[in-house]
């Protein structure tokens, strides 16, 4: 609320920009201040004056300000006059020069200027809302209050309107000199990236999961680089921390990427292990998401972008990186945030770092809704509230259209009864096999996941029939590829769900049949290989 200094004797104390001012006057009057720093205007002021005066005495008070203030060395400069509603100006100047200001005549007050915003929910937030009944409110079915995100970035500007109290800086900092002699580092530049992030996880008007904390972890330098090493060390220290102070469920947002790496990968993998469910951004390189680390990571949940017609995103020569190694969509074009430029500015800015924040924010508030969740029920709870078939298939590279996921991300129905024990399925497909004949590709689900079936995709045809070995104490789907075919695919289909418990069946002998246990139900069975998988409840989706 406005706060107001009331001048009705000789002299008024009062509190300006922390200091405290003496304003005398001989008739009444008064300067009005907005309590909420973050949104004041200083140096910027609206004069009112009385009802009855008219626009020359408006002009002429404004000229005799001007003159007051230059005799005492100040210059001020009258940008509008008013002359509809109510008779007045707007003025940039010094506060010394507030107390010339109130004693002029016709002056019935003084307000500080300061920010206005708009109400209406920006595209992003509109697109992830079930309920699009409640038009202009954004209200998802709860706030994430209970999850805590790490945010591996630049530096984040905390003071920011948006995300202040919300996001804790660590003392954790790992990042290379910048390029080049003439770098200059100011404040703005350095948190840019990080400051947008936050924002849309956490932000009070532009975030998905508004009572998410954010801890920050600084691994990208003021030009948005980092090095394999940095992030590593990153992960570790986070690591180290929630040892010593556990914090559950715990959310890792990875939106940068860099070369394939697999000491990256086999980090993120731990991390996962450690009960962390981490979301990576796909990259922006337009190419293959599996080509670049953390996305390649299957343990990561992968989020490519899409702009606002659910297309993917595509700027010039640049765009979402795609494939098998992609898990979902969301929205990632023109995005609306905080902006590191002052505590009160917003941007837009585009990118799969975008998207992945929105995946992140929106798996805080499925966390807060069942918090022992692990990461591959997380993945199959995004998949299962998505919206399918949202993008053109046409619009991804050919070689990409039939491994990667057509699904944007969405938050879950109000009405959703949903549970971590609910069987939900997600297909795997793997990179496609050599030419050559009987080559053989392999699909593999998360660790968490239990594999209820395996199929094969071959483009023209000719595929040779699958197989489920086990590796490692992991079942792989393997498919071959026939004579004459381009190239076999093989897709397992990979659930979640403590009410399943999967189990591969063989046949006694070679021609006879297997055959389920009373009580369990058949989801599948090959020729090429005589295994069958049975689970003891659910339907098979």
Request: proline residues 4%.
């Amino acid at each position: 609320m406005p706060r107001k200094s009331k001048i009705n004797a000789l002299y008024v104390w009062g509190v300006w920009n922390e200091e405290v001012f003496k304003i005398s006057v001989n008739q009444m009057a008064y300067v009005v201040f907005y309590t909420q720093d973050a949104w004041r205007m200083p140096g910027q002021y609206i004069v009112v004056m009385r009802n009855g005066t008219h626009l020359n005495q408006v002009e002429r008070t404004a000229r005799r300000l001007r003159a007051k203030a230059a005799k005492r060395g100040y210059l001020i400069e009258i940008q509008q006059t008013y002359s509809g509603g109510f008779h007045g100006f707007l003025v940039k100047m010094s506060s010394d020069v507030l107390h010339m200001a109130v004693k002029l005549p016709h002056v019935e007050y003084i307000e500080e200027d300061s920010s206005i915003f708009a109400q209406s929910i920006p595209w992003n937030l509109q697109r992830i809302l079930q309920n699009k009944h409640e038009t202009g409110k954004y209200s998802p079915p709860n706030d994430g209050a209970k999850v805590g995100v790490y945010l591996l970035d630049t530096s984040v500007q905390v003071t920011h309107r948006e995300i202040e109290d919300r996001v804790m800086v660590t003392d954790f900092n790992s990042v290379p000199e910048e390029d080049g002699v003439r770098v200059h580092r100011q404040a703005s530049q350095c948190d840019s990236h990080g400051t947008h992030i936050a924002g849309v996880v956490s932000g009070r008007d532009s975030g998905v999961a508004r009572g998410a904390s954010v801890n920050s972890v600084r691994v990208l330098n003021c030009q948005g680089k980092g090095t394999v090493s940095g992030a590593l060390a990153g992960l570790e220290y986070i690591q180290s921390s929630l040892m010593s102070q556990a914090i559950r469920p715990v959310i890792l947002l990875l939106p940068f990427v860099g070369g394939f790496s697999r000491t990256l990968n086999a980090a993120c993998r731990k991390m996962v292990e450690s009960g962390a469910v981490l979301v990576a951004a796909a990259g922006n390189y337009n190419d293959d998401a599996c080509l670049y680390s953390p996305a390649s990571e299957p343990e990561v949940i992968t989020v490519g972008a899409v702009n606002f017609a659910d297309q993917p995103l595509s700027t010039g020569t640049t765009g979402t990186n795609a494939g098998r190694c992609v898990d979902v969509f969301a929205p990632g074009d023109d995005i609306i945030s905080a902006s590191s430029d002052c505590s009160t500015c917003f941007t837009t800015k585009s990118g799969t770092s975008q998207a992945a924040a929105h995946v992140a924010g929106i798996a805080a508030v499925l966390l807060n809704l069942n918090p022992n969740s692990s990461s591959s029920e997380i993945l199959q709870q995004l998949l299962h509230h998505s919206v399918k078939q949202a993008i053109n298939p046409e619009s991804l590279p050919l070689n990409h259209r039939l491994p990667t996921p057509n699904m944007v991300v969405a938050l879950p129905d109000p009405t959703s009864t949903l549970t971590g024990e609910d069987l939900l399925c997600r297909s795997v497909w793997s990179e496609r096999s050599a030419a050559k004949g009987l080559a053989t590709a392999t699909a593999r689900c998360r660790h968490s996941e239990e594999m209820l079936s395996c199929s094969s995709f071959s483009q023209n045809g000719a595929r040779a029939g699958e197989r489920v070995e086990e590796r490692d104490g992991q079942k792989e789907c393997v498919a071959v590829n026939g004579n004459g075919g381009q190239g076999v695919f093989a897709v397992a289909r990979c659930c979640t769900g403590h009410k399943a418990q999967c189990q591969m069946l063989e046949s006694p002998q070679r021609g006879a049949d297997a055959e389920c246990p009373p009580d369990h139900q058949l989801t599948g069975d090959r020729w090429f290989h005589t295994a069958v998988f049975f689970i003891n409840s659910g339907n098979y989706r």
